[in-house]
């Protein structure tokens, strides 16, 4: 047991060097002028790095309209909800050279604003809409930017780790008593 | 402010005011609970905005609170009419966290009855598309008394009509009844066939069905890109994306099969290409049961010994496995830490799951990409400037199920 957790460390380690080297696209964008870190090959081979917010708009416009990249294609917005902040994560595919692709956006939780791509791929407007939605996360510049999945008067996010759903009348009574719900729910507005 | 309107109105000439109208969500013809606000000027679609989330029930926030073998029994729920697909998409992404090798056995049947519950999904979509064409002499039943022969097969596998759980972490719940290749094969190539021919004779040169769909409902390919458009209703505008070949995964790289493509991007080539999908979908059933390693389940278990044994084995003991070895997993099965997102071709297109794990046996962050959603969103450009007949057909032959765009 003990030898096969050590050579999952080692196995981990290793990954952790790969991970310092920068992939193709990575390389792309830092000849065209725009910083990014690298975090290597994801489990199912796609290559993920991480750039900043204001960096967004310029970098996929770049990878779209080069011939070489060819970046067409929108394939999924994910958001996701650390400590650190919220992600906007896009998953990108080219339809020519069938690679996949995905940026990583960290936004600080107490003004999660980004800078909308609808312009780049109309796919992005339903996406960001969503991510709105679920994670809260404000894009800026978005035509039509409200809830799409859940009701318009809907409160709170529900993919946030510190949401807590409305009691739900068919199984039981709420976890938190009227009193516990009252003040969790205060203190998040203050 | 009236008169102001109304000179307006005057300078630019004599205009009717449109009338907006209310379509769903509980309309019958669409599939689900979707409502569209549709803006008319008489009798043509000039401004339609469809509202969704109708049929919204959580299933990324019930992902992130419940284990990874509990959320099994879920996903096939997504799109009910592919269970099939979901389940493979979202094994698929823990499985590669993991990093569990799945056997070769185990891998074959999930292609097999992926392929069956690719023809239920679109037998079922071909009887609705029709009704909603109007075609009420009672063409589902045709369709539906096929789909209930093989949803009888499925449930001969899974033990279940449509919500089958049947593929599971490190392969399939288990092996396949005895016989019960030898009796798919009889039907999906003696009899299938007919029944297709017998959709194709009632449908295809039908001149009122030509009419109704010929040059209805034209999607470029360039916006169906854009938008993320998938699946049979990309591939009808010209475009040869089909996951299976595209970037191929379980064993479709294995498999000779073609990818039936138009290049006229209407209703009526969506229609093709499902009925010429569903063909293909039949030879490769036949092809896989061919190739299956071990074969039939009654053969297996007389020959097992001698297909493994021996200096040169024809297959590894592994390969003929249903389940990984050792993989048979407990409920507080770990995952991660790690990160991938795994797409398979549904019926409807690209069904892709993004599954970041943690390290815990509960999912961090669990995403769906549906096609049904992208697809939808492109209804508003196809509808324009048809009238109000032609939603109905336009909005079917996109094959949308609400519970994958819902989610």
């Not at chain 2, 169906?224 to 479709?252: F, H």
Request: with cysteine.
């Amino acid at each position: 047991m003990s030898t096969e957790q050590l050579s999952l460390e080692a196995q981990e380690k290793k990954e952790e060097e790969k991970i310092l080297l920068p992939g193709e696209f990575s390389v792309f964008l830092k000849d065209k002028g725009v910083n990014s870190i690298p975090l290597g090959n994801d489990a199912s081979g796609i290559e993920t790095l991480e750039i900043e917010t204001k960096d967004l708009v310029n970098s996929c416009q770049l990878l779209k309209s080069n011939t070489e990249t060819f970046i067409d294609s929108l394939v999924l917005i994910t958001t996701l909800d650390l400590k650190k902040g919220y992600q906007s994560i896009y998953t990108l595919s080219s339809t020519k050279t069938r690679k996949f692709l995905r940026i990583k956006i960290t936004v600080p939780k107490d003004n999660p604003i980004v800078p909308t791509v609808t312009h780049i791929w109309s796919a992005a407007n339903w996406y960001e809409r969503e991510a709105y939605d679920m994670m809260g996360i404000i894009y800026a510049g978005h035509p039509n930017l409200k809830r799409i999945l859940n009701p318009e008067n809907w409160e709170g996010y529900p993919l946030r780790k510190d949401y807590i759903p409305p009691a739900d009348s068919l199984n039981g009574p709420h976890p938190l008593t009227e009193t516990e719900f009252a003040e969790k729910t205060l203190s998040k507005e203050s | 402010m009236s008169i102001v309107r109304d000179t307006e109105q005057a300078e630019k000439g004599f205009k009717t005011d449109e009338m907006v109208i209310n379509m769903g969500p509980q309309h019958p013809s669409t599939h689900g609970v979707l409502r569209l606000v549709l803006n008319l000027d008489g009798e043509i679609v000039r401004k339609c905005e469809p509202v969704i989330g109708y049929l919204h029930r959580g299933m990324e926030w019930l992902g992130q609170n419940r284990t990874y073998v509990q959320y099994q029994a879920l996903v096939d729920r997504v799109d009910y009419l592919a269970g099939m697909s979901d389940s493979h998409a979202y094994i698929m992404a823990v499985e590669k966290i993991a990093g569990i090798t799945v056997p070769l056995r185990a891998e074959y049947i999930r292609a097999l009855c992926s392929e069956l519950n690719r023809i239920i999904s679109h037998l079922l979509w071909l009887g609705i598309f029709m009704l909603d064409l109007g075609a009420m002499f009672g063409f589902p039943f045709y369709t539906f008394r096929d789909r209930e022969t093989i949803l009888g097969f499925l449930e001969e596998v899974s033990g279940q009509r449509m919500m089958f759980n049947y593929i599971r972490i490190g392969g399939v719940f288990k092996d396949l009844p005895k016989g019960w290749t030898r009796k798919v094969k009889k039907w999906i190539t003696t009899e299938f066939p007919k029944y297709v021919d017998e959709y194709e004779s009632l449908a295809t040169r039908n001149p009122i069905f030509l009419v109704r769909t010929q040059g209805v409902g034209y999607l470029s390919p360039e916006l169906a890109i854009d938008r993320g458009v998938t699946g049979p209703s990309l591939r009808a505008s010209g475009i040869n994306i089909d996951l299976r070949k595209y970037k191929p995964y379980s064993v479709y790289d294995k498999l000779d099969f073609e990818v039936p493509v138009s290049t006229v991007s209407d209703t009526n080539a969506r229609y093709k290409c499902r009925i010429q999908e569903m063909r293909e979908s039949a030879k490769l059933i036949t092809q896989i049961i061919d190739k299956l390693p071990g074969g039939d389940t009654e053969d297996l278990e007389k020959n097992k010994a001698q297909l493994t044994s021996g200096t040169n084995p024809v297959y590894k003991a592994e390969d003929l496995m249903t389940i990984a070895k050792g993989k048979n997993v407990p409920m507080g099965f770990k995952c991660g830490p790690g990160e991938a997102y795994t797409a398979v071709e549904s019926p409807r297109g690209q069904l892709g799951v993004h599954l970041i794990a943690d390290g815990t046996s509960v999912p961090y962050r669990i995403k769906w990409r549906s096609p049904s959603f992208n697809n939808v969103s492109v209804l508003p450009d196809l509808i324009k400037g048809h009238p109000v007949a032609d939603v109905v057909a336009i909005f079917s032959s996109l094959d949308v199920i609400l519970p994958d765009v819902d989610r």
